[in-house]
């Protein structure tokens, strides 16, 4: 069967590709599998960062495929949730960088929001359309929207079920820059390539700080971190580029170790 979803490296980036694009790479269930497969696949030896991004120039996830879920019952959906959500939450705790490249529709923007942060085209339209569809958002679309731009944005988005261009994306704090279309990619890979060029022992642990932190009170947070940031000491990488500094010279490449 051949795979909705494409991995493909590129030195030491890689792209994850949603490729349904007669369904405007809608996530049905075997999207899901796939998406969930690819990222076992993904060499994390090799590949420091990962762009997210959908086939074709109009859509980057035009949402959960309705057509699946028309018929479904509360129990299917609450199982259909469920996938969506732990597919979601693996890509969100996964250990290397990904940044959501948008280019055209991100509808129901889940897959988009659990990446580490977005960039999108000046084409890219957001939007929850759900409650439009007599449902609430699902894949964690009720949680993390109001996390990245706040409860009443969120709750504003949610309820009208109104759709959103870039610059307005922007402006909330959804993306963090827009592009023109055919400068996205590159764009994304530019910074794809400034986080692969820094040490990755420091970029994974910085990651899992920033998440876990976020998850609790200031008090334990600072504890998190404390612990991030003793787990670089010792290492190869700590040591050159500290080195490095202090010597007043380039570091050499990182070797995550």
């Keep these: 069967m051949m795979s909705f ?19 405007l790479n809608a996530l049905n269930s075997q ?5 969930d497969a690819a990222l076992d696949a993904v060499d994390l030896s090799e590949i420091r960062c990962l762009i997210v991004r ?8 035009a949402g959960a495929d309705i057509a699946q879920m028309k018929e479904l019952s509360k129990e299917e959906a609450e199982a ?25 529709y991100a ?5 988009a929001m659990s990446c580490d942060f977005r960039i999108c085209s000046d084409t890219a339209v957001f939007g929850q359309p759900e409650t439009g569809l007599g449902i609430t958002p699902g894949f964690g679309g009720t949680q993390r929207l109001a996390r990245l731009v706040g409860p009443g944005m969120a709750k504003q988005m949610i309820y009208t079920a109104r759709n959103i261009k870039a610059d307005e994306a922007y402006r909330i704090g959804l993306v963090n820059a827009v592009y ?13 390539g400034q986080i692969a060029g820094n040490a990755p022992i420091a970029v994974r642990a910085s990651k899992q700080a920033i998440n876990d932190g976020l998850q609790v009170d200031i008090d334990r947070a600072v504890v998190i971190e404390e612990k991030a940031f003793g787990s670089c ?15 007043k010279r380039k570091h050499e490449p990182f070797i995550n170790k």
């Design 5 to 23: 979803v494409k991995y493909e490296p590129k030195g030491n980036i890689a792209y994850l590709i949603i490729d349904r694009e007669k369904a």
């Design 31 to 35: 999207v899901l599998a796939d998406l």
């Design 54 to 61: 959908g086939a074709g120039e109009k859509s980057f996830v």
């Design 80 to 104: 259909f949730g469920k996938q969506g959500n732990d597919v979601m939450r693996k890509l969100e705790a996964f250990p290397i960088p990904t940044i959501a490249a948008v280019g055209g």
């Design 107 to 111: 509808l129901g923007g889940e897959l």
């Design 180 to 192: 023109p279309l055919s400068d996205l990619y590159a764009a994304a890979e530019k910074l794809a």
């Design 233 to 247: 000491f010792q290492s190869a990488d700590q040591q050159e580029g500290m080195g490095a500094f202090l010597e």
